[in-house]
T-cell receptor
Framework: GAVVSQHPSRVICKSGTSVKIECRSL??????MFWYRQFPKQSLMLMAT?????????EQGVEKDKFLINHASLTLSTLTVTSAHPEDSSFYIC????????????FGPGTRLTVT | SQQGEEDPQALSIQEGENATMNCSYK?????LQWYRQNSGRGLVHLIL?????REKHSGRLRVTLDTSKKSSSLLITASRAADTASYFC????????????FGTGTRLTIIP
């Protein structure tokens, strides 16, 4: 099956610093990747759609200057949380869309961000 | 906002029993998918059912879809302790628009 990795799996940072999370599709190319945020015992909320070679599309209420997304290649998308605050602490999950004929998303294992 | 609600929010059953979870959604969809998430981990895709399908099976899983009621159910038969996890439904609106909207999830606990 298709494999998606995320790095790091856990990160602790101080308020005001920036953190970069990587999402990689290991055995397939993904022109589209998605970034989700999940609070404890809650569902996944889509933050943005990352498209290779173009700007990301953000969901309503998500600050694009706060959550910078770069889809650098067909196998890598990065999410940078800038000037992190404790309220940004969350579980961030990415997914990569495997195209024709699959049209299925494959999810990474998630990154636990804690901002102190 | 979330597409729909899942019911129940939490379910505890004895090992060997069947578990049924329900998902309701609000708008027309192209397909509905079920995912499993173990605590603090990523999502595992279980099954996809398209809007023109009514029932689908995969091993111990049985999914139904009723587009007239905008609802779906996931049945896990002969449950095992390893089935303990959270289960989410997710809907996709259009073929070619693979953006998923997740339901609220059901936390399933299998008691050995």
């Amino acid at each position: 099956g298709a494999v998606v990795s995320q790095h790091p799996s856990r990160v602790i940072c101080k308020s005001g610093t920036s953190v970069k999370i990587e999402c990689r599709s290991l055995d397939f190319q993904a022109t589209t990747m998605f970034w989700y945020r999940q609070f404890p015992k809650q569902s996944l909320m889509l933050m943005a759609t990352s498209n290779e070679g173009s700007k990301a599309t953000y969901e309503q209420g998500v600050e694009k200057d706060k959550f910078l997304i770069n889809h650098a290649s067909l196998t890598l998308s990065t999410l940078t949380v800038t000037s992190a605050h404790p309220e940004d602490s969350s579980f961030y999950i990415c997914s990569a869309l495997r195209g024709t004929p699959y049209h299925e998303q494959y999810f990474g294992p998630g990154t636990r961000l804690t901002v102190t | 906002s979330q597409q729909g609600e899942e019911d129940p929010q939490a379910l505890s059953i004895q090992e060997g029993e069947n578990a049924t979870m329900n998902c309701s959604y609000k708008t027309s969809i192209n397909n509905l998918q079920w995912y499993r998430q173990n605590s603090g981990r990523g999502l595992v895709h279980l099954i996809l059912i398209r809007s023109n399908e009514r029932e689908k099976h995969s091993g111990r899983l049985r999914v139904t879809l009723d587009t007239s009621k905008k609802s779906s159910s996931l049945l896990i038969t002969a449950s095992r302790a390893a089935d303990t996890a959270s289960y989410f439904c997710a809907t996709s609106l259009n073929f070619g628009n693979e953006k998923l909207t997740f339901g609220t999830g059901t936390r399933l606990t299998i008691i050995p």
